[in-house]
């Protein structure tokens, strides 16, 4: 069974840092694409940023987070990573990790974040 | 970028009706290798989302019959035969296959 767990979430400054992880179990993680998704309050979903799977890494990024986001993960944990500095309210989200990039079928339940002063 | 736009935006309809909500895009969704990345997710209230169809009419696993996708090019639909009450939520579409990807603004399926 496909497992994917969120985790570093929390209350921050506008202008502050967090970096959120997603471990993942039940699939062979190094071969698949990863994506993270992240959904305002009582709003859509918004595609935010994405990694390419085994071989050269290629990452992606949505407009609105090009230059602040890093997506990163490390094959050895099972983990995929999302770097976030500069940060804005509008930022302020649940931020879900998702197995696939054009084709994704897995979520985890995602991990809130807010910013504000 | 490509724009994805849903219809209607709130779906009120009877339990045991078909239900209808569309999903058209800016440009052709069919990719250089033949495929068309075009999926609909669900998501109840205080929920995950959850992958109903991928590739425009590909049912996942464990999805009722009930729920059919169709289309081609820009416009697709997404097709309850009989709503139930465990089909309220929000209904999104997704673009694959134009970079960057993309989310519809979301359908509120709600029982009437």
């Given at each position: 069974?496909?497992?994917?767990?969120?985790?570093?979430?929390?209350?921050?400054?506008?202008?502050?840092?967090?970096?959120?992880?997603?471990?993942?179990?039940?699939?062979?993680?190094?071969?698949?694409?990863m994506t993270w998704v992240?959904?305002?309050?009582?709003?859509?979903?918004?595609w935010?940023?994405g990694?390419?799977?085994?071989?050269?890494?290629?990452?992606?990024?949505?407009?609105?987070?090009?230059?602040?986001?890093?997506?990163?993960?490390?094959?050895?944990?099972?983990?995929?990573?999302?770097?976030?500095?500069?940060?804005?309210?509008?930022?302020?989200?649940?931020?879900?990790?998702a197995?696939g990039l054009?084709?994704i079928?897995?979520?985890?339940?995602?991990?809130?974040?807010?910013?504000?002063? | 970028?490509?724009?994805?736009?849903?219809?209607?935006?709130?779906?009120?309809?009877?339990?045991?009706?078909?239900?209808?909500?569309?999903?058209?895009?800016?440009?052709?969704?069919?990719?250089?290798?033949?495929?068309?990345?075009?999926?609909?997710?669900?998501?109840?209230?205080?929920?995950?989302?959850?992958?109903?169809?991928?590739?425009?009419?590909?049912?996942?696993?464990?999805?009722?019959?009930?729920?059919?996708?169709?289309?081609?090019?820009?416009?697709?639909?997404?097709?309850?035969?009989?709503?139930?009450?465990?089909?309220?939520?929000?209904?999104?579409?997704?673009?694959?296959?134009?970079?960057?990807?993309?989310?519809?603004?979301?359908?509120?399926?709600?029982?009437?």
């Amino acid at each position: 069974e496909v497992q994917l767990l969120e985790s570093g979430g929390g209350l921050v400054q506008p202008g502050g840092s967090l970096r959120l992880s997603c471990a993942a179990s039940g699939f062979s993680f190094s071969t698949y694409a990863m994506t993270w998704v992240r959904q305002a309050p009582g709003r859509g979903l918004e595609w935010v940023s994405g990694s390419s799977g085994s071989g050269s890494v290629t990452t992606y990024y949505a407009d609105s987070v090009k230059g602040r986001f890093t997506i990163s993960r490390d094959n050895s944990k099972n983990t995929l990573y999302l770097q976030m500095n500069s940060l804005r309210a509008e930022d302020t989200a649940v931020y879900y990790c998702a197995k696939g990039l054009v084709l994704i079928d897995d979520w985890g339940q995602g991990t809130l974040v807010t910013v504000s002063s | 970028d490509v724009v994805v736009t849903q219809s209607p935006l709130s779906l009120p309809v009877t339990l045991g009706q078909p239900a209808s909500i569309s999903c058209r895009s800016s440009q052709s969704l069919v990719y250089s290798d033949g495929n068309t990345y075009l999926n609909w997710f669900q998501q109840r209230p205080g929920q995950s989302p959850r992958r109903l169809i991928y590739k425009v009419s590909n049912r996942d696993s464990g999805v009722p019959d009930r729920f059919s996708g169709s289309g081609s090019g820009t416009d697709f639909t997404l097709k309850i035969s009989r709503v139930e009450a465990e089909d309220v939520g929000v209904y999104y579409c997704m673009q694959g296959t134009h970079w960057p990807y993309g989310f519809g603004q979301g359908t509120k399926l709600e029982i009437k």
